[in-house]
């Protein structure tokens, strides 16, 4: 973190911060010193705007909408849209994100490796996509265009009540609510994009109550 220029670490139920992590860190102590620390991953995540969440595992279905990942590359290229407190989740060092962490994410993000062996070590997967971003962010600035927490929520709310309104499948509408959130977080839509956009499901709602 400290060498591409990252300070801010927000550890979940994490082991003792003892005198072996202090001299593993060298001479950025300062970042275990400022650490936020949470008794688990819904209060760590509560005055993040926009989450990506890190995994080895994607599914190559369009159908399988949570685990299916944008490029490195990609994410690098448009992340600096995003206006707000922006959150990169890493999972645990033996098994990674929970689906039920991964969901709550706005998107999904894999580094290309090799078929043969696809996990990389927590350390070095942090260090790669540290080292992407930090190259990225020298660039000139970009447009700043995303909707913040309390307007996704309420984006992704407008849509849960429309599926209900329209008597979706049940069993669909957990996977098509998954769609959606993933769809908006590749998007990365402008405020004037998203107030637009709730106008049309605002007044579809209407409509349809109105019936």
């Known amino acids: 973190m400290a060498n591409f220029e990252f300070k801010n670490l927000y550890l979940?139920?994490?082991?003792?911060?003892?005198?072996?992590?202090?001299?593993?860190?060298?001479?950025?102590?300062?970042?275990?010193?400022?650490?936020?620390?949470?008794?688990?991953?819904?209060?760590?995540?509560?005055?993040?705007?926009?989450?990506?969440?890190?995994?080895?595992?994607?599914?190559?279905?369009?159908?399988?909408?949570l685990r299916?990942?944008?490029?490195?590359?990609?994410?690098t290229e448009n992340i600096f849209k995003v206006k707000g407190k922006i959150g990169l989740v890493f999972g645990r060092e033996d098994y990674g994100l929970l689906n039920?962490?991964?969901?709550?994410?706005?998107?999904?993000?894999?580094?290309?490796?090799?078929?043969?062996?696809?996990?990389?070590?927590?350390?070095?997967a942090t260090t790669i996509?540290?080292?992407?971003?930090?190259?990225?962010?020298?660039?000139?600035?970009?447009?700043k265009r995303i909707i913040e927490k309390t307007e996704k929520d309420k984006l992704f709310g407008f849509f849960s009540d429309l599926l209900d309104e329209i008597n979706y499948p049940e069993h669909k509408k957990e996977k098509t609510k998954i769609m959606f959130k993933r769809m908006i977080g590749r998007a990365i839509p402008s405020k004037w994009e998203y107030h637009t956009f709730m106008g049309v499901l605002s007044?579809?709602?209407?409509k349809i109550k109105n019936k």
Request: aromatic share 10%.
């Open 12 to 65: 979940v139920n994490p082991c003792n911060l003892d005198d072996e992590a202090y001299a593993r860190s060298m001479h950025a102590y300062e970042i275990l010193d400022n650490a936020k620390i949470f008794k688990n991953f819904n209060k760590a995540i509560a005055d993040l705007d926009f989450l990506i969440a890190t995994s080895a595992i994607e599914s190559k279905n369009d159908k399988r909408h």
């Open 100 to 124: 039920e962490e991964i969901s709550q994410c706005d998107m999904l993000l894999k580094i290309p490796t090799s078929q043969n062996y696809l996990s990389l070590n927590l350390s070095h």
């Open 203 to 206: 007044k579809s709602l209407e």
């Open 129 to 143: 996509i540290l080292f992407y971003l930090y190259l990225n962010s020298k660039t000139e600035e970009k447009e």
């Open 68 to 75: 299916n990942a944008v490029s490195i590359e990609n994410f």
